[in-house]
């Protein structure tokens, strides 16, 4: 898989010593700045961060497929270096407002509520929203995935 950056993906997570199995493998990033990505891949390297969101609407509007359960995905930095390489187990769609407090926890962000959950992703699906000409709902459809850390990519 070939970065925006014109990096061969697979072939830079071969020579880091991990096997994807396909040269194909789905791209993620993280956070909307290097400060934000930086700290959601902790988040994730560190075991804490196991789940993430994202705006279906978003999906849509980039004419993507979201991933499924059994995906597997090659987490890239903010300067398309691969870092990590996760699993995802569960992916399913809930309305913004049916976020549970379990959930907002596995996403391992702010003070793990919640409450902190419900308002910093209402700021970040509010952005996205603008971006596609959508105005944001307590009833967005909300994809939300849970996952497992494969590897490290040192």
Not at 87 to 109: G, K, S
Request: aromatic share 10%; hydrophobic share 40%.
């Amino acid at each position: 898989m070939i970065a925006p950056s014109g990096k061969n993906i697979a072939d830079i997570v071969r020579r880091k010593g991990y096997d994807l199995g396909t040269d194909e493998p789905a791209l993620g990033r993280y956070g909307n700045s290097p400060e934000s990505s930086a700290a959601l891949i902790r988040l994730i390297t560190h075991g804490e961060k196991r789940a993430t969101s994202s705006l279906v609407w978003g999906w849509e509007a980039e004419r993507e497929m979201p991933p499924k359960a059994g995906d597997i995905e090659v987490i890239l930095d903010w300067n398309d270096e691969p870092v990590a390489v996760i699993r995802f187990d569960e992916v399913f769609v809930l309305p913004f407002d049916q976020v549970t407090a379990e959930y907002a926890f596995l996403e391992a962000e702010n003070d793990r509520s919640l409450e902190s959950w419900r308002k910093s992703h209402w700021e970040f699906f509010q952005l996205e929203c603008e971006k596609i000409g959508k105005s944001p709902t307590e009833a967005m459809p909300i994809l939300c995935t849970r996952f497992h850390l494969l590897a490290i990519l040192e």
